[in-house]
């Protein structure tokens, strides 16, 4: 119990100082947490054998985060994902592995070992990257999301690669049986410790681990959609707050075992959990009691990763180690350019792609470990590889800094500052202070209302603030800034945010959470419209449309029409719009372009019709009349 005590102490000491450090001096958490473990393991000397113990344990971290991603995406949203999911991620994957395969031939490798080489360091850290992203309030730029689009497909690639290893051993090759059963050497069905893994398909035939893995997903699955909703109430019926951080844990546990039961990895289970959860009402109570649990184990993670350096090894030749990093980080950024340059993105999103994903990560200790664990990979390459990795998990930071170098002189910069606390309550909620915003605020208090403004802009706040106006700073996306500007007590929500995406997904959470409440939604398109009209916004104001139809009518009076005629016309054309506008919903398509959808197309050239006939009714009204 003391040496436990004292390892707890020297571990959360490490990180209580070092962290806020690296922090203050702009150099993010990671690397706060990396450098814990570097001092209290190569440099004094703290910690010894339990950290690679400990790092297993810490691993679950990785598994935590893969959860609370899945929540966050919606089934429909991951398949309209697929075309990134298989052409960005699919081909950084492939160009990486071609190019660090030949890389390690031409040192003399077998291809066997090189082409698990490739596939080890192809792989970017989850773990660093989507940290930094969220930090940064980068996850919601392009860049930032092609690059989860990419860490996405690598965490899915893990399984198969785990399943192709064995067949590149370099001694006890896998062997099928007549039954159609897969035997392997000694090694490979033990654990290392001697003791027999825990599974439910060792020894089964071809197409009896196929049933049965494909079984264990569809559980997984059912009972997502059709257990969790009964055992948060049941969990509710007690009153007991803890019960809820139980059962959460419990979930993402439980289902990781599940997934090690038919040899499948717990981080994909987790994340399949969590996408099958995103639409849950508990999907927010979920993630507030994991959050706390993720960051610790991810935060234990990297400190272990630090300590468990060899220095020994990595001062025989300190040269050849950083030389062989860069050699990854520069190899994976090119490839990296020039597919993000094949998908369209450019300047600082560009950068942001190339930089943020050309470390190898985490999931290349796995990899090492069980490809020298099925000689896939000799013990010393495979020591000397982690250590590569390690450093260049370290490297990472750095090329964060060189974004923001370049995004500074891009003049794009984003500076993050701490979120008010909210003291006032109002009916009417308005998140988002830009020009739309604030005509809307001024109107409703010129009326004699009182009204809460919201907004993540500095610049926004603070100009409010110039003219008297009194505004919070903080995320209105987030549901406890909502909650703590009386959100459950409000009359009316305006969602006057100036990013597409986040208006549709603060829409959907607030529909589903406070459904009596009537929300007032800028879009900024058609195609926003329909989003926003299926997420069940209740009234939905196009930006420019107000604004185009009054400058038509200006126009209409300037050619013959007189102010009531054009005043008339206007009428009509805004009430066949809204008529429009629920006509065409129905047959939009999401992730469909219009000019590919035959009956969007069909309706709306039927509806333009009957706008043309509307007007020449009045037209000939007035002719009437005149005559």
Known sequence: MDAFLYQATIYLAAAVIAVPLAARLGLGSVLGYLAAGIIIGPILGLVGAETEDLQHFA?????????LIGLELDPRALWAMRHKLVGLGGLQVLLSTLALMVAATAAGETWQVSLAVGLALSLSSTAIVLQTLSEKGLMQTRGGRASFSVLLTQDIAVIPILAFLPLLAMSGIPQISTDGSISRSEASNHASDGHEALSLVAGLPGWAVTLTTIAMIAIIILAGIYLTRPLFRFIHATNLREMYTALALLIVVGISFLMTLVGLSPALGAFLAGVVLANSEFRHELESDLTPFKGLLLGLFFITVGAGINYRLFLASPGDFIGLALLVIVTKGVILFFVGRAFGL???????????????????FVLLAFSKQQNVIPAALAEKLLLVIALSMLITPLLFIIYDLLSHRMGETRVEHEPDEI??????????????????????????YKTILLDNDMQAVQLMRRFGVKSFLGDPTRPELLKAAGIAKAQVLVVALDDPENTVKMVTYVRRTYPD?????????RNHVF???????????????DSSLRAGRYVLEKIGLSEYEAAQAEQTFYAHDRLTVRELAALWVPGVPASENEAYIEKARALEKDLETALQELAEKKDHKSN
């Open 346 to 364: 450019r300047r600082r999103n560009h950068w942001l792609f190339t930089l943020s994903l050309a470390q190898a990560g985490e999931f290349g």
């Open 531 to 545: 989003e926003l009209y299926k997420a069940g916004a209740d009234d939905i104001v196009r930006e420019m449309f």
């Open 423 to 448: 003291d006032e309550q109002g009916p009417v909620i308005i998140a988002g202070i830009g020009r739309f915003g604030q005509i809307v605020n001024r109107l409703v208090r010129a009326s004699g």
């Open 517 to 525: 409440l009537h929300i007032i939604a800028r879009a900024y398109d």
């Open 59 to 67: 691993e679950f971290g990785v598994v935590m985060m893969l959860f």
